[in-house]
């Protein structure tokens, strides 16, 4: 069933999803008013007025675009190489057979282990957590578009130079839209990852960004500043999660046919 | 001279130690405007041959010339239909169809007009727009069709085509591509494990020995043209269906033992 088709039930549905947030939040807000919480504790209705200061004075989008450049600036390096090289070594199985050892060996690591080698090497500054998140966003675009590209139908290919389309153009035309579907999915997990290494290196070393306001706020008890950085994570999160999506939707027009809310 | 001239061809699988023939000495020739038919039990190695022929396996020895020029890897001078359809999902039923002619590095113009005059042979021209998602098995096959026509190979190469299809579409099929190629006249070879079909389309049908494959069998059918589906109840064309399977049954129960 088309969900496009049924406007009203897809609302509903939405709505549904809402249902938990919103009970958890009303909840908060009557046992922190109730008195005798614990001070981490805060009523949302606080978190909001501060998350609004914060957003008026400038201070919360000071560190939101600190936290941005790093979590962007690694996720465009690790998706570039990690798309580039996976589609690579699945048309090419002497490059798939020189990664995949080093791939295998390292990708269970959390990335985040090696910051300090990073700022050893490039210093406490972008450089090194830029250098961190690329690396944390390599490896799912990389294992997507290689499994992307490996998995092409065979047929496809067949047909393609069939025609007498050359290498270049089969690779152009046929195995990169081929694999798109699953080199966003990397794309998708990597984003996701892109800002949760951002946030965790800012915890440990740097002088601005949200996750230097969450470690700061915690050291000196407000949590009401801890909430509002949270809180700016998570829509930043949500809003790049969902224009991949949207996104994903308009590329892949014929690939999604069928499959609801085109996912 | 013939079209195609297929001379000893020879095909052997290495699976580790095992060494299996597929295809043995194997001999074909085909005239310019024929409609020949390959059947044979599955796993004879039929459509092994018309890949080799597609360029996209290698074979072991012996000679294939196609308009008297030797075959050498996959061209557009010999166009492969499939039984899966191979349609792009990501394109368009009218992208599907111009993509050969892309390739060919026709005009954008050009290729849309030639795209459309097919689709229109198909009888599919109100779905030029839709994706391959949005067709049935019997459309996505004419797309299919209409796409490998669009490019003007010498041969069709047609690998079980309706293979995929549901009995009723699959008659339906048949019908519609014999009055296409009543039209368009193309040189075709033809596998199938479908007799009727074999029948029903061909000028000429061979029949595939089990594993190694070489041809056990030729038979000639010199049913009328243009066939009508009603020629399936003719007495000539029970006499064909008894002489091809009365050859097909021996190899069907052979290649049944070696599987079983």
């Not at chain 1, 909001?48 to 000071?62: F, R």
């Not at chain 2, 079909?197 to 061909?202: D, P, Q, R, T, V």
């Amino acid at each position: 069933m088309s969900a496009a088709a049924q406007p009203f039930s897809r609302r509903r549905r939405a709505l549904l999803g809402l249902v938990l947030p919103l009970a958890a939040v009303v909840a908060w807000e009557l046992r922190a008013r109730a008195g005798g919480a614990p001070s981490y504790l805060i009523a949302p209705s606080v978190i909001l007025a501060t998350t609004w200061e914060m957003l008026v004075s400038g201070e919360l989008w000071q560190h939101t675009r600190a936290s941005l450049v790093r979590a962007l600036g690694g996720y465009a390096l690790g998706g570039a190489c990690g798309i580039a090289l996976g589609l690579l070594a699945g048309i090419a199985r002497p490059v798939e057979r020189f990664y995949d050892p080093i791939v295998s060996l390292t990708y269970p690591v959390p990335k985040i282990v090696v910051l300090p080698i990073l700022i050893a090497w490039l210093g406490a500054g972008d450089a090194s957590k830029i250098a961190v998140v690329t690396a944390a966003v390599f490896y799912p675009t990389f294992i997507n578009s290689l499994y992307g590209a490996k998995g092409v139908n065979r047929l496809y290919v067949w047909s393609a130079r069939n025609m007498g389309a050359s290498p270049l153009r089969v690779f152009a035309k046929v195995i990169l839209p081929a694999a798109l579907p699953q080199v966003l999915t990397g794309l998708r997990i990597g984003l996701a990852l892109a800002f949760i290494v951002t946030v965790a290196a800012e915890m440990q070393n740097s002088r601005g960004g949200l996750g230097h306001l969450i470690i700061t706020a915690e050291d000196s008890l407000r949590f009401d500043l801890m909430y509002a950085a949270i809180i700016a994570i998570a829509l930043i999160g949500f809003a790049g999660d969902r224009a991949l999506l949207a996104a994903r939707r308009r590329v892949l027009a014929g690939q999604t046919i069928g499959k609801e809310g085109g996912q | 001279m013939a079209l195609l001239e297929v001379r000893e061809l020879d095909k052997i699988f290495r699976r580790g130690t095992r060494i299996v023939q597929a295809i043995d000495r194997f001999s074909l020739t085909v005239e310019e405007g024929e409609f020949v038919a390959i059947v044979g039990p599955s796993g004879c190695g039929k459509s092994t041959f018309l890949h080799i022929l597609g360029g996209f396996e290698p074979h072991d020895a012996g000679t294939m010339l196609l308009n008297g020029a030797p075959v050498k890897g996959p061209g557009p001078d010999r166009g492969m239909l499939f039984q899966e359809f191979a349609l792009y999902p990501w394109r368009s039923v009218i992208g599907n169809v111009a993509w050969g002619l892309e390739v060919q590095g026709k005009a954008k113009a050009e290729r849309t007009a030639i795209a459309e005059r097919y689709l229109k042979l198909v009888g599919l021209s109100a779905f030029r727009d839709a994706y391959p998602a949005e067709l049935s098995g019997g459309m996505k096959q004419r797309v299919a069709l209409a796409r490998v026509l669009a490019f003007e190979p010498r041969i069709l190469l047609m690998d079980e085509p309706f293979g995929a299809l549901d009995a009723q579409t699959r008659e339906l099929m048949q019908e519609e591509l014999n009055a296409i190629w009543q039209q368009t006249r193309n040189t075709v070879l033809f596998v199938t494990h479908d007799i009727d079909e074999a029948i029903y389309l061909a000028d000429r049908v061979i029949v595939f020995t089990a594993r190694p494959g070489r041809i056990k069998d030729e038979v000639r059918i010199k049913l009328e043209r243009p066939r009508r589906i009603d020629v399936k109840k003719t007495a000539a064309y029970m006499g064909y269906r008894n002489r091809v399977w009365d050859s097909l049954r021996e190899e069907v129960l052979k290649a049944r033992e070696e599987f079983e």
